[in-house]
């Protein structure tokens, strides 16, 4: 069986364009390592932001894209409904309120992943207009939604991707620097 997983993990890297050498593991702890479920934890944001309120909706919707780099539906709910409350200090577009609301009105993992493109279009601008310092990374999957591409920011440049989660989890390639 393990074989097996690590004979269809390489052919899915090689799907995506990407070579072994730029792979990295994703370390399994806790009661997830005895389920054998990868979890992805994220890394530290070293860009900064013009306040704290702009940090929160940008910060939550990293949370919200880490939940759908798991596969977990239910933390995706859970982080698109504090997105959601941390836009209420912030000034920003109505489509951003409605595509998080989106997220948060529905647990199928599918469902959410379209609303989350839909909602990593605005946070792009979002983040571009209000980044004071550091650097994200815009990044892009070129298979996502039956090969017409989808897009989303990380506060690092390894790629883990938020569509496909654990099947297909460094596809992708860094579009843009945002700073």
């Known amino acids: 069986m393990k074989k097996l997983f690590l004979v269809l993990s390489s052919f899915l890297i090689l799907a995506c364009g990407e070579s072994k050498k730029n792979q990295e593991t994703v370390t399994v702890s806790g009661s997830e390592a005895s389920t054998g479920k990868l979890v992805y934890n994220g890394a530290k944001r070293d860009a900064k932001f013009k306040n704290d309120e702009v940090t929160s909706v940008y ?47 529905t647990n199928d993992i599918n469902k959410q992943r379209v609303h989350f493109k839909k909602l ?7 983040v571009e207009e209000n980044i004071s310092g550091g650097t994200l990374y815009y990044q892009y999957c070129p298979m996502a939604f039956d090969g017409k591409g989808a897009y989303w920011i990380s506060n690092e440049k390894k790629v883990y991707n938020p569509y496909f989660g654990d099947v297909m989890l460094n596809c992708g390639t860094v579009s843009e620097e945002i700073n």
């Open 59 to 105: 910060d939550n919707y990293n949370k919200l894209k880490t939940a759908l780099v798991n596969t977990d539906s239910e933390a995706a709910q859970n982080a698109a409904e504090e997105m959601i409350s941390s836009m209420e200090a912030v000034e920003v577009e109505a489509d951003l309120k409605e595509a998080a609301q989106a997220i948060a009105n």
């Open 120 to 126: 990593t279009s605005g946070v792009k601008t979002f």
